[in-house]
Each structure stands twice: as C-alpha cells, then as structure tokens.
C-alpha cells in the first residue's frame, strides 16, 4: 500500500482506450449482437437517425484553415502534425471531463483552458521520450521491429467487418491511419527502448551482482514488516455495512471504515484516533514482548500487501524511493534484524504503525531477484524519462495564441 508506484511513463499501445476494437474482440462481438438487437427494435420503432462521426476542422477568427500539412508546433525538433495533436486533443479532453471539467468550464475560462493546451502538450511530449531515448542512443528500428508494427496494424483493421467499419472507428476516436501507425510505431520504439537501455541486462541496468551486494547492505535496504493501525480502524459502522462487514476482503473492509471514518466532523475523527492509538500502544507492547509478529499482522494489520504474506515484508531502500513515511524509514535504519520499534510511530496519513526489521531472506530474493532488480531501477528510469521531457523545447504554430475551445472539431 505504501509504495510509490512509479508514473506512468508512456502508453504500450494506442488501440486501448482509442479504438476499442483493437483491444477487445469479444467486447466488439457483444456490441455487435447487441447492435443488432437493438436495430430489430429500431425498426420497429421507426426511423432512425443516422450517427455523425466527428470530421477534423480547425477554425481560428471564424476562418477555417486548411490542416493539410499543418504543423501545430515543433517539440525538440520534431514536427507534431495538425492530425497528431487533435488525437492527443481529445484524448485529454476526454481525461478532463472524467474530473468533471466540462466544455463549458474550456469554453469560458481562458486560464482553465491554456492550462488545458499545456496538459495536450505535456501528453505529447511524454509519448516522445521514448522517441528522444532512441535518437540520444542510436536505437533504430530494424525489418524484425516493422513485421511487428504492420502485424499491429493488420490485426487492428481484422476487427472490423470491412475498411468502411475501420475507417469509421477511426473517425469516431479521432484518428488517422498516418496518426495511427505512428503510435504503433512509438509503441514499439519504447519496447526497443526499454529492452536496450533500462531492461535486464540493458545499458542502464542494475546487474544481479551489484543488486544482491545492495540489498545486503544494511546501510542502503532494510527488510521489515509492520502492523498498520489505521486512524479509521475502530470506527463503527452502520447496521446494513456491519452485517455484511466479516464477509468482506481486507480492501473491501478498509473501502468501508474509511467512508465511515471520513463522514465524521474533526471531533469525530480525533476520538477514533485516540482509540485507534489505544490498540496500536497494545499491540506495540505485546510486540516488544515477544509475542509472534506475524500473528500480530494477521490480527490487527490493515496493509493488503502484508495480509497476502506477511512474511515477506518489505524491503524499504534508504533514499525512501518507495514512498515509506519517513518516521518509519528512520526507525527502521535504527534497528537491528530481529528488533522491534521502541516507539509507536504514527504518521499523519496513515495512523500508527509498530515495525520489525528482519535479516535479508535470500531465498526470496534469489527466486525474484528480476522482479526486485526492476522495482529498484524505477526511480533511475523514471529521473531519465522526466529530465529528457523537461528538456524538450516547443515552438508553437501562428495561430497558437488565438486557439479556443471551439477552434478543434
């Protein structure tokens, strides 16, 4: 629960989320029947109307202007064509009105709307890193990457009955072929990308030998498991929640106190904190006197992590890239295997926590040292992605500065 996750760095593919018959056939089948039902009942009723599919168009001062060729604006260097930033236009759009953020709240307020522009650019940019990684590494696509792309884009158009079905799926997610290819072609420069550079045995990676020197130095990583007694964990629930309360997954049970706990005014919510701080000072005793850790995490723990296997732990790195809070990281470094926390530590997040360091089990770690090795590079890959994105100059088309929401259809 308490690990970072890292960012997103850029998408694997384009056809998820932008033309769902790419991504689920069954789905497609599904609508198709349903489709089909629903035409049955159409005719019944009537005519119907036919769907207008968006056509692209860009109007600046009620002039429409031809986007043949239209560069919108050059990031470092590269061309970022008319077709291209609408698709990424409407992407955002749509991530905009997920947040509530309306056409009207675009429409009317510039302030709201230029910062809008600037998440469209930033999206951009962040598809182009990869891109940028590629150049700065001479990594180049070869025949055996190109099979690999136009395989892509053939089993994305075999989704569709026939190329008037694709073309208009398509229309409907705002694209073009040249748009979509380009994004395969993308997708498949970050897996090159990755596979050379940050990927086992890639330029940048950390090898098994310095990783298993790391993990074993117990200056730089720290294995510990911890109780997590959460500010919400003793509030009281309603009585339809309570009856169905012991049947529910520890996520569940945790979706449940939490709500309960945050409908309750600042008094409310100070009372539930003192008796969840009751329990953790008991729990903290019992530890320190001995009693079986992992029974304590079973008993009273609230990490979903931790509930899956307990002992397995955590291994907490000293420059804290996992997002521990950093009262535990310091209490954690203090100890030595086998001590439990003096101290009840609370966090103002999360509540209390009563934590046990523990030697290195190499066992674990030998049966997953991939998978550990990659959580480990991930601030390294996620400082190289941000620092080549910052680092990316724009130039902006003519008509930047007079776009409005109703310029880009």
């Known amino acids: 629960m308490l690990k970072k996750m890292m960012a997103v760095l850029l998408a694997m593919t384009l056809c998820v989320g932008s033309m769902a018959g790419c991504s689920n056939k069954d789905k497609k089948d599904k609508d198709k029947k349903s489709s089909e039902t629903t035409t049955n009942e159409d005719e019944a ?17 009620g002039e429409e202007i031809d986007t043949t060729d239209y560069v919108m604006c050059n990031i470092d260097g590269i061309d970022i064509s008319f077709d291209l930033f609408r ?19 675009l429409r009317t307020n510039d302030e709201t709307y230029q910062a809008f522009l600037n998440y469209v650019i930033d999206s951009i940019k962040n598809r182009l890193v990869t891109d940028k990684l590629a150049e700065t590494h001479n ?39 040249d748009v979509l290819e380009r994004m395969f072609i993308n997708a498949q420069t970050y897996n090159k990308v990755m596979a050379t550079l940050f990927d086992k045995g890639g330029q940048y990676a950390t090898t098994e030998e310095d990783f298993l020197k790391l993990i074993q130095d117990p200056e730089e990583y720290a294995h510990a498991v911890y109780v997590m007694i959460p500010f919400y964990s003793q509030v009281e629930l309603d009585d339809s929640t309570a009856a169905t309360y012991d049947d529910k997954t520890l996520s569940q049970k945790i979706s449940a ?20 701080k009751t329990v953790a000072e008991d729990v903290l005793k019992r530890a320190q006197d001995g009693e079986d850790f992992t029974q304590l995490i079973e008993e009273y723990g609230w990490d979903t992590e931790l509930d899956e296997n307990p002992k397995n732990g955590y291994y907490m790195r000293r420059d804290n890239t996992g997002g521990f809070p950093k009262a535990m990281l ?21 509540g209390y926590f009563i934590v046990k360091r523990l030697e290195p089990d190499m066992n674990y770690i030998n049966e997953n040292i991939d998978t550990m090795i990659a959580t480990h590079d991930q601030p390294m890959i996620q400082k190289m992605f941000t620092e080549t994105m910052d680092a990316m100059t724009v130039t902006y088309c003519g008509i930047w500065d007079k776009l409005t929401y109703d310029s880009i259809t």
């Open 330 to 350: 310091d209490e954690v470094f203090s100890l030595k295997p086998g001590q439990v926390s003096e101290n009840l530590i609370e966090d103002g997040t999360y």
């Open 45 to 61: 009723a009537g005519p119907q109307q036919e769907e207008v599919l968006p056509v692209a168009s860009l109007t600046i001062d």
């Open 87 to 105: 698709f990424f236009y409407f992407e955002a759009l749509a991530q905009y009105e997920q947040f509530g953020i309306d056409a009207n709240a």
């Open 139 to 177: 990594i180049e696509l070869d025949d055996e990457d190109q099979k690999v792309i136009d395989g892509n884009l053939r089993k994305c158009k075999e989704e569709y009955s026939n190329e008037e079905e694709f073309q208009k799926e398509m229309q409907r997610s705002h694209l073009t072929y």
């Open 257 to 276: 106190k939490n709500n309960a706990y945050n409908a309750l005014d600042a008094d409310a919510k100070a009372a539930e904190a003192a008796k969840a």
